[in-house]
Each structure stands twice: as C-alpha cells, then as structure tokens.
C-alpha cells in the first residue's frame, strides 16, 4: 500500500539498495505523467533537479534527493524539505547543467537504470542542451527520457518490442549512426545511415505490431510512444 499523505499525494518510501530511480528536471511537467511512475512502482528513488523541487512541493511529494546549483528552488521549499530528511547536495560547478549533476549522483548510488521526466520543453536550448547530457551518458546506465507522448532513449546496438501498428516511431541520429536496419517499419531501413542535417529517420510508421531496430556503430536517439503505460 502506497504511504499518502492528507493530501492523497503519493509519498514513495526511500527504499535502500534498488537499483531504479527517477529524475524530475524543471522543464515541461505534468502531474498526470508523474503519477504513472508513482503508481508502476514503489521501488523508485526519486531525484529532484532543483526548480523541479517546486512542482513536487506544489504536490506535497518527497522526493529522497535533491541536487543542483539551487538557483530556481524557493528558499521555503528547501527549508521544508530539510525538515522531512531529504538528503540535500547542491553543487556550485557550472559547467555541468542540473541533469549532469542529478545523473551524477545517480550512478554514484548505483542505480543502473534512471527514468528522467521534465527534461525536455520550455524551453529549446535547454532541451538540445539535454539531450546532448542524455548521450554522455547512454553507455553508463539505462537512461530513458520521458514526455507526454514519447520515451526516448539512445539505442545500444539493438532494441526490439510489442507495438502499435499505425503508430509513430522516430529515428534520429545525433549526429551519425551507420549500418541501420528495421523490422516492422513502413519505410524499412536496410544496412543504411543516418546523419544529421543530412538524413532524418523521423515519423516512420509501425507495420506491425514488433518493432525491432539495430545499428552497427553511431549514436542514435529512437522516439517510440508509451501510450499512458510506464514500464518499469
């Protein structure tokens, strides 16, 4: 049973060990899009990158972290949060953004797998910008992306799954991958390449309900739906 507070908000329990955790960045959010993480597991730790403290405070949500330069978070929200045990790491460097740094800390508790919401919209230098972060660190974990439609993620040689048929799937290449190939696309690809400002692989279409997707060398970012179910 979840714990909740008075407010029926879920509060996940700060489980030790797992090995799965989440990090809300303070982009585009949306509570709906939140809740389906709360309510797939009870095992996530959840990582606050800053301003995104507000939005879960706006919830009464305690998160088990909370990392940045805490250059957007109210000085009432921290104090609150202090209050409730949350462990507190604000880090000055600015050559790293408050993803890099929420990632960092992260993999430094050994969480293998990192779901990320929040990280894109708003604006567009700040979603390129963590993107690029997303790509740094596709080799060390499981890292996904998530919005409101689409989970994206850098493709490690392979990917295969249960799909749609009709439905968008996206390829991009940032900025190169070469030897590509599909099955269960409509417009297949075949031992071909991607690159940006080149070629694009976007809004390809399911023609099948299994999708699968391999590339020989090269970074490419694959966008599929998740269709209101968070997989875990």
Request: net charge positive.
């Amino acid at each position: 049973m979840k714990r909740q507070n008075k407010n029926n908000s879920p509060s996940p329990p700060l489980v030790r060990g797992i090995k799965k955790c989440l990090i809300v960045c303070n982009g585009e959010l949306k509570k709906r899009l939140l809740n389906k993480f709360l309510d797939a597991s009870l095992s996530l730790s959840i990582v606050a990158c800053d301003g995104a403290s507000n939005f879960l405070y706006r919830y009464k949500i305690i998160p088990h972290y909370i990392t940045g330069d805490f250059d957007a978070i109210k000085s009432g929200v921290l104090r609150y949060y202090k209050t409730k045990g949350v462990t507190i790491k604000k880090i000055r460097d600015q050559n790293t953004n408050d993803l890099e740094k929420a990632l960092k800390l992260a993999l430094s508790k050994k969480f293998s797998k990192i779901l990320i919401i929040g990280a894109t919209g708003k604006r567009l230098d700040h979603t390129i910008n963590n993107l690029s972060v997303l790509k740094r660190y596709s080799k060390k974990a499981d890292i996904k992306f998530y919005d409101n439609t689409f989970e994206m993620f850098f493709l490690n040689k392979s990917t295969e799954f249960k799909y749609r048929k009709g439905e968008v799937v996206s390829l991009l290449a940032l900025p190169k991958a070469a030897g590509i190939k599909t099955q269960g696309l409509k417009w297949k690809l075949n031992n071909e390449t991607l690159e940006l400002g080149k070629r694009e692989g976007a809004l390809n279409i399911a023609s099948s309900d299994f999708v699968k997707v391999t590339i020989e060398k090269g970074d490419l970012l694959v966008f599929r739906k998740h269709f209101g179910k968070i997989n875990l």
